[in-house]
């Protein structure tokens, strides 16, 4: 039976510019089954989901519920919620992760805050294994179930120690869809040996552009130009390159890409739809996606100062796989 990934493959979509767009990650663990809408419908109270949506809403902060692979036994027992938040933007990345008995704790973060940056004391740098987060909710599409699940359960019994399953990503026709942090890059139709690999290159502090979805950071043009810059020049390393500023509209933009070493790119970037049409998820009609395409890759001089997307200087600077304690805000 074809599926909306099977569809996607095959007439092959590409897959830049198409990952979810977030600049901070909060990762609640809620085991047990979840439904569409995780947030109100899985063990995780329903009024505390609704009001964690509403937290988060225009502050940059995307939330989300995540469980370790396996089986999920409708059990409602009791117990402690790991939490993550990670911050994504290049040059200013960290993860920090706390133990919480009650997830109405979380109600309490400044989320505003957390969207710039700005982690307000919250848990403990996270030190250990990148985390490789692979949405499963078959409840949102089934590839996500058919594709996702055994993934995340053959990164876990492979030894990945950062292996969670994820509520939601977007991009059901991608999957296996998967998101790895600190960094924040989104990947799409992955395999086990080719997530291995993405991790390895995190634990060394470079990014793997083949089969990326984009930086949740950026938006999708900068998704798709930074990808770009990375393919037109070989650069892997991560937290080198920025997008600081994106002119235009749809359909059409000029975004410019910075490295800290001054270098800089302006990259057009022309918003299509995919042809021909096909199912965006599993079950529902066809339809023409939106899709990013670059049109052009030029270089610009160098020894102008830099300026991040608001205008204000970039004091962009690499950021190794360590996490820092502390956070220098943006």
């Excluded at 979840?34 to 940059?60: C, D, F, M, N, Q």
């Amino acid at each position: 039976m074809s599926t909306c990934a099977t569809a996607s493959r095959d007439m092959d979509e590409p897959l830049a510019g198409t990952a979810a767009t977030a600049r901070t990650w909060l990762l609640v663990e809620q085991p047990g089954p979840w439904g569409a809408k995780a947030l109100t419908s899985s063990h995780l109270p329903p009024e505390v989901g609704r009001a964690l949506e509403r937290a988060a809403e225009g502050t940059g902060v995307r939330v989300a519920l995540i469980r370790r692979p396996g089986r999920h036994a409708d059990c409602h027992a009791p117990r402690r919620h790991e939490v993550y938040v990670a911050h994504t933007s290049p040059g200013h990345t960290w993860v920090r992760s706390e133990v919480v008995e009650d997830p109405r704790r979380l109600l309490d973060l400044d989320f505003t805050a957390l969207g710039t940056g700005d982690h307000g004391g919250f848990g403990i740098p996270h030190t250990g294994a990148p985390l490789a987060l692979v949405c499963t909710n078959g409840k949102r599409d089934r590839c996500c179930a058919l594709l996702g699940r055994p993934l995340a359960a053959e990164l876990a019994a492979s030894g990945e120690e950062g292996a969670w399953e994820i509520t939601h990503l977007g991009g059901h026709r991608f999957s296996p869809t998967l998101l790895v942090l600190p960094y924040g890059y989104a990947y799409g139709r992955t395999g086990t040996h080719a997530v291995k690999e993405i991790l390895e290159a995190v634990r060394a502090g470079r990014v793997i552009a083949e089969g990326c979805r984009g930086n949740s950071a950026w938006e999708r043009p900068g998704q798709a130009a930074e990808l770009a810059v990375r393919t037109t020049t070989g650069e892997d390393a991560a937290g080198v390159l920025a997008v600081v500023a994106t002119e235009g509209a749809a359909p059409r933009w000029e975004v410019t890409v910075a490295h800290t070493d001054g270098r800089r790119w302006r990259v057009t970037v022309a918003q299509g739809t995919s042809q021909p049409p096909r199912p965006e998820s599993c079950g529902a009609a066809l339809g023409t996606p939106a899709r990013m395409d670059v049109l052009a890759v030029r270089q610009a001089p160098e020894g102008s100062a830099q300026e991040d997307s608001t205008g204000r200087p970039s004091d962009l600077a690499a950021s190794p796989y360590e996490i820092p304690t502390t956070l220098t805000s943006e």
